[in-house]
């Protein structure tokens, strides 16, 4: 398992990052417990989760997964050994994240967020603590094919009413910081103008430097490569890739319309980013494509992604000790060039189906 560095930090994370989200609905605290066991037997040491998890997201779950992760680390006694990343929510209505209110990405509420965050992973700070998506008003991920409404625009020194400024939420993570809450800052399902916002304001001495960046990437949802890439590549911000099995779609369970009993999509039906037009036909494709190199085509995607030079860490994700040994492997596959003009080819014809 290769070590990559994070951003401009001296932190060397595993080319594969274990996410949690699962642990907490899908997933027991026993089940959460082994697999990050096995995760680290095979050379893992980052861990990604989040005040929201796990998912889907409600009010009697929410926090869940980090107190699997806090028991997990309590028992082992390997926090030294552990590099932790997790995130506070972008603007919400959902009101229990903040006992009974709207959140936004403003002091009190980030600072609410890191102490309660702390206190369910038992440890004392976050390696990486990441904003999980914009308090403007963008769409969902951020990099959207077309664009419909135009967002408000702001004047010339400010943001439109009722946003955060980016200058004051960055204020909070520098005070984090120095805190010693925090090592580093992050930011999850951003744009190329939010990154780059983040960037100019803390190059002027108003905040910590971004050094990651988590936004979706998969053979559906190549959008990153757009801008971003070239946007983190000069300014060394680690791509952290989540979903690079598009929630599932990309294992070929889903194939030809089927919904197998306890998948995500047929327990909880929230696949819409992965069920728009022309979607199932591209994701047959390619998973036919991965299948024709004689490989299942959740290991193909998974190699996909790990194997891409501008991912620092591959988010991935499992509910069972199988997909999570298969999703391991995919750093052993050798990635060839037929396979990528194979891939180029399907993605010239069908595009970003899933942004």
């Not at 440890?123 to 967002?151: F, M, S």
């Not at 959740?298 to 991912?311: D, E, H, K, W």
């Amino acid at each position: 398992m290769h070590k990559r560095r994070l951003g401009r930090t001296d932190l060397l994370v595993s080319q594969i990052c274990l996410g949690s989200m699962t642990w907490g609905q899908q997933n027991t605290e026993v089940d959460g417990h082994d697999q990050m066991d096995l995760a680290f037997s095979r050379g893992v040491n980052f861990i990604d989760t989040a005040e929201l998890y796990p998912i889907p997201p409600k009010a009697e779950t929410q926090g869940w997964t980090e107190k699997i992760i806090g028991s997990w680390i309590k028992a082992r006694g390997n926090r030294d050994q552990v590099i932790l990343a997790s995130k506070v929510v972008g603007r919400t209505a959902n009101a229990w994240f903040r006992g009974g209110r709207p959140s936004k990405l403003v002091r009190a509420d980030i600072f609410d967020a890191v102490e309660k965050s702390l206190t369910r992973l038992n440890t004392d700070h976050l390696d990486l603590y990441q904003i999980h998506w914009p308090e403007r008003a963008v769409p969902w991920g951020a990099n959207p094919n077309r664009v419909g409404a135009v967002p408000l625009r702001a004047d010339s020194v400010g943001a439109p009413a009722g946003e955060t400024p980016i200058t004051e939420t960055l204020a909070v993570f520098d005070e984090l910081v120095k805190a010693g809450k925090i090592r580093h800052f992050g930011l999850s399902n951003e744009s190329s103008w939010g990154v780059m916002r983040f960037i100019a304001e803390a190059d002027k001495g108003l905040g910590p430097r971004l050094v990651s960046l988590q936004n979706a990437y998969n053979f559906v949802n190549r959008s990153f490569e757009v801008n971003l890439a070239e946007v983190c590549e000069r300014e060394q911000i680690s791509m952290l890739a989540y979903s690079p099995l598009g929630q599932g779609y990309l294992t070929g369970k889903y194939d030809h319309g089927a919904r197998p009993l306890g998948s995500r999509s047929q327990l909880f039906q929230r696949g819409q980013r992965y069920e728009t037009p022309n979607a199932a036909e591209a994701q047959l494709e390619y998973n036919e494509l991965a299948r024709s190199f004689g490989m299942e085509p959740a290991l193909f995607a998974n190699a996909y992604v790990t194997s891409r030079p501008f991912v620092t860490s591959s988010i991935i994700g499992a509910t069972t000790l199988s997909q999570l040994e298969m999703a391991l492997s995919s750093a052993d596959v050798v990635w060839t060039e037929d396979m990528q003009r194979a891939v180029d080819a399907i993605h010239q014809r069908v595009g970003n189906p899933c942004p």
